[in-house]
């Protein structure tokens, strides 16, 4: 590399430049290629298929996009295998029965019942999306990135640009975000990641992922009971002023 023929040219691609030796860094130009935004994938996916004459629903065009995670590439193979499904129309749904992903509007009404508080619903919501094929660990990470999509827009009003989504599903979850706090949800986001991690070497992951379910849906109540704690054991109290029940003292 230190004195190559005119005609060659060296292309070096990697993703941990930092590893890169620095006496071969000094020899080279270096171009960094940043994530590709959703929205210019989206665009050319739908480019695609118009030039293929196949019909296609944004959701689903968006979905392949957010699934692509910065690269043409990775959306474009996704692209191409429900191409090769032979179906006139792409939907959503065809997107989920072939990846396993969970039903988003199955996803949304355990969503509901959570910000209800609804224990029994959420848990008839979460087997639903098991029994449609989905795993533990998938129904987690989506149901974690649909809350974090609420924590922004509740934390940034709907107008944010951090949160991906069609205009038909922001609206949707804008109005999610309002029954939550954010609070709440990075709560609720740190207990679908912690669980993840557990089910992977638990003998009973089913157990600990119902048990998930339940504590999602209770947050608002476990947070009040936090705060009692928390004030019970606050200095004024353990001084033995102003302790629950207690009236004024006397001389």
Known sequence: MEEPPEHVKFILCTTEAHKVPPTIQSRCQRFDF????????????????GAEKVKADPDLLHAVARLGNGSMRDALSLLDRLLASGEKKLTLTLLEEMLGLPDRELLGRLIDALASGDAGGALECADGLLTKGSGLEVVLDSLAARLRDLMILCACGRGTELVDSTADAREEDAARAERFDV?????????????????????????????????????????????????LSSPAIAAGRGSPGAGPKKA
């Open 34 to 49: 940043r994530d590709i935004p959703t929205s210019r994938i989206t665009d050319h996916l739908a480019e695609v298929c």
């Open 183 to 231: 609070a709440a949800l990075s709560h609720m986001i740190a207990v679908c990641e912690s669980v993840m991690r557990s089910i992977r070497n638990s003998a009973l992951p089913r157990a600990l992922f119902d048990a998930a379910v339940v504590r999602l849906a209770m947050t608002e109540r476990l947070a009040g009971v936090t705060e009692i704690v928390t004030r």
